[in-house]
């Protein structure tokens, strides 16, 4: 047997699929991994949520650093939390894969094992993809989830007076990848806080109850810190917003990191790959958002402004300027 | 402005797409490129049919030998080739693309230029993506498309004594890609061999007609070569192949090629990336194949057998073992 066809086995066997047709399935996968495309019978009356993402060896991992693991989880993680930033549900994803031949043995192993614990996770298929060998490992990942329509949150429905809100902790996975910059991260101390860096949480659940429910009239993923996202978000709507410095959910450093220079909420404003959800609620609904959603935290940070600046209001009321500052690949 | 965002908006400018909702479209797209995903309602009763791939420098391209305008063009037509495999109707493409600050300016202003020519060609919306930064030039397509339930062709339904046919000409693209390997793409004689090679020419209609007038009974594009693909189809089938050595479509090669060691046999057994389709057609219907469709040539090349091995036929009848020596990322 060639050895693209022995990958593609291997990859089939360690993550949930399916190759066959379901017989007289009237809605559902028809054909999964193996021809030459995937064939979905998507159900009358849904809408069909889709989105990619790359994940690329020294871009968005260390290979001496992070664990091939962390690397198959992370990579379906962060681009299914695209989903949840809809309110979608997960089904189904594409895994492009380009490999150097030494990563092809026990890495290979471990990198499939971290991913198909993220697809058991979120629910979703494996239906397709493509393998290819180079140098650098190279991921890309398309995931397919679906929503009633009229459901999903989208970044262009914040008006002013709607109430900001954040879910979880904000710079949680920033502190992870600082400690690893520093070269802290093998230090088994510090090891706990390189967890939401290495197998971040996402928000499926909180995406879809706030979409069902419509509770939120707009809604993003927090990928890269909360500074570049809001502004993106404020941006597509055309409108300001106004977030408040001392109700900021920000990460706990601990003291002895504080005098190293870690400072919380620096990372929690520009730090990025955290995954929590920005949204913003009407101020009538506002209320009716719980403080915490199966565990996970919700808060209001801020509110939306008709005046298109984005501020930062410390206790005294004084406001400044939040610059965006942070990820942007292509910054000069 | 942040790179980032300007690079997006530079793609959304080049290519055919569509951010904002169409207003009370009952089926389509609802939301395109610009948000965390895109939404598509799908039309009801048909099915969804998703293929990724992916083309990478110095793996499927040499920045100093493809044009941007090829890379741009040729990434997206082989993606989509894989839908005409199956007989859809393309519709929507994501795109991930990774790139050197480098290649940001009048090699990017190109590339998309020619994905660009290549999206009319098939009319293909962009729906969404991914952007980021690295050393070498990677690009992941996922292309979807709709076809009606049923009417999908896939590998695995050949049966014994059905007729192998072939589009097109085998070799096309695999004499150009010699060329480059032996130095000659830059004399000007040999410039019109390159175009299969560089840009080449997809069968969307000949699929969908195979498709919907449920002619063949299994399908696949050759994107790999004949000896390769035709092994990969017999496999899923369970079933084996003649193939008539004459009757072969191969390229032709001028004799002062085929006095260099360029053999048209060879070539047109063994060499990828023709994008020709490859189906199998039930005796009784293969008189209902025309010798052309839309001006591309429709060959009998063999026919299935029951005995799962594959056999060259020459004119003296002899059977020789056909060995599947086409592309193989990870032959060892």
């Not at 650098?136 to 809100?165: H, K, N, Y």
């Not at 101390?189 to 707009?218: D, E, M, T």
Request: hydrophobic share 40%; aromatic share 6%.
């Amino acid at each position: 047997m060639n050895g693209e066809q022995t990958l593609i086995d291997r990859i089939r066997r360690a993550i949930p699929s399916q190759s066959r047709r379901r017989a007289r399935s009237p809605a559902g996968l028809r054909l999964g991994i193996g021809d030459d495309a995937a064939l979905i019978s998507p159900r009358c009356g849904l809408d069909s949520v889709i989105t990619c993402d790359a994940f690329l060896e020294n871009v968005h991992f260390l290979p001496d650093v992070h664990s091939p693991g962390s690397v198959g989880y992370k990579s379906l993680a962060r681009a299914t939390s695209d989903l949840a930033a809809m309110g979608a549900a997960p089904r189904y994803f594409l895994l492009t894969l380009a490999l150097p031949a030494r990563r092809t043995g026990q890495w290979l192993d471990a990198f499939l094992a971290g991913m198909s614990r993220a697809a058991r996770e979120y629910g979703l298929l494996l239906i397709g993809g493509d393998t290819s060998c180079q140098p650098t490992v190279a991921i890309s990942i398309t995931v397919i989830g679906e929503i009633a329509p009229g459901a999903a949150l989208t970044r262009s429905g914040a008006r002013p007076g709607d109430r900001i809100f954040v879910s979880g902790t904000l710079g949680a996975a920033q502190l992870g990848l600082q400690l690893i910059r520093r070269g802290l991260h093998r230090q088994t101390r510090w090891k706990p806080f390189l967890r939401q860096h290495c197998y971040p949480s996402i928000r499926i659940f909180l995406g879809q109850f706030l979409a069902v429910r419509h509770l939120a009239s707009a809604m993003m993923d927090l990928s890269d810190g909360l500074s570049t996202d809001l502004s993106r978000l404020c941006a597509t709507s055309r409108v300001g917003a106004r977030i408040w410095l001392d109700h900021l959910p920000a990460v706990a450093v601990p003291p002895s990191l504080r005098t190293r220079g870690f400072d919380p909420i620096t990372i929690a404003l520009h730090g990025g790959d955290d995954y929590e959800l920005l949204f913003t609620v009407p101020r009538r609904l506002a209320k009716k958002i719980p403080a915490q959603h199966r565990g996970v935290r919700l808060t209001p940070i801020g509110e939306i402004t008709r005046e298109r600046k984005i501020s930062l209001v410390g206790k005294d009321d004084r406001a400044t300027p939040l610059l965006s500052l942070g990820w942007d690949h292509f910054r000069r």
